[in-house]
């Protein structure tokens, strides 16, 4: 790859015409990070910022030719996967990654976007949870998704967080991002097989949010392309949804929206991104 080319990164995700979450946003917290961003779409959503009224798939063989479309003509520093629609476009991703074992795979599932998508969502589960989780490098969720996945089916007694999280690395995962909102506080917390690796603490917005995981996810994709290491990645791409997030805008009559050129637009002439802010930043509680 040329010097002068930015590290791309391949995000698979649904499109969000607001422009909120899915691959918009991906493409901007990319761009915002330094990385050039390519895209595979999983499916359409109908939605405004307030609400989601429709989502609809795309074809399974559409999803993987597109993708191997763009890794037979760039070089991919990262795969980011978001929000699939169904099992069988999981299956077609996992098949396409699974041929770049050696590229760090960020996964930062969704399974709440309509009921329809929900009432899906238990086969949509089990074909992640088999399928894509054991190929993860950095699996991005909440411990209900979390619990999700180290029991898709349902069927047993729900596992505890802490031994859904040993599962999913007992798996192949090589690390997870818990991450939970408390009544003012977002707790973070990043697992490997050698355990607990560091806790961040930071302050919630009051505003509904939209888009944060994807943006997060993203963000750590895109230091991961820039070449740091996972638990240093977690760290900064925290620093930086905390000042998007900080800098939060509405657009519309619903959610609040990250501001993912928060830094360019903070009135200074710099053209990089500043250091976290000194307000209220992430605290490390544990390291």
């Not at 396409?96 to 074992?101: F, I, K, L, S």
């Not at 939209?210 to 620093?239: F, S």
């Not at 900080?246 to 250091?275: N, Y």
Request: net charge negative; aromatic share 4%; with cysteine.
């Amino acid at each position: 790859m040329p010097s002068d080319t930015p590290p791309i990164v391949l995000t698979f995700g649904l499109s969000d015409p607001t422009g909120g979450s899915g691959i918009q946003a991906d493409l901007m917290t990319l761009a915002s990070m330094g990385c050039h961003g390519v895209t595979v779409l999983t499916g359409y959503t109908v939605r405004d910022s307030a609400t989601c009224d429709e989502v609809t798939g795309l074809d399974p063989d559409v999803v993987a030719t597109q993708a191997r479309m763009l890794l037979e003509d760039m070089p991919i520093a990262a795969f980011k996967v978001g929000a699939a629609t169904r099992a069988e476009v999981v299956s077609a991703i996992a098949e396409v990654v699974a041929d770049y074992d050696d590229i760090p795979l960020i996964l930062a599932p969704d399974f709440t976007l309509d009921d329809e998508h929900v009432l899906a969502a238990d086969e949509l589960r089990e074909a992640i949870a088999d399928l894509l989780a054991p190929q993860t490098t950095l699996l991005v969720a909440d411990a209900t998704t979390l619990l999700a996945l180290a029991q898709p089916d349902g069927d047993a007694e729900a596992p505890s967080l802490d031994a859904a999280i040993a599962h999913l690395l007992s798996q192949g995962c090589e690390y997870i991002l818990s991450t939970e909102t408390g009544t003012h506080r977002h707790v973070n917390t990043l697992y490997s097989d050698d355990g607990q690796l560091r806790q961040d603490l930071w302050d919630r917005s009051v505003n509904r949010m939209m888009g944060a995981t994807d943006t997060l996810g993203t963000a750590i994709a895109a230091l991961l392309a820039n070449g740091q290491e996972p638990a240093e990645a977690v760290r900064e791409a925290q620093e930086y949804l905390f000042q998007a997030t900080r800098a939060a805008f509405r657009p519309g009559m619903g959610a609040h929206l990250p501001d993912r050129f928060f830094w360019a637009r903070s009135g200074d002439d710099d053209e990089t991104p500043p250091p976290a802010s000194q307000d209220s930043p992430p605290d490390e509680a544990r390291h």
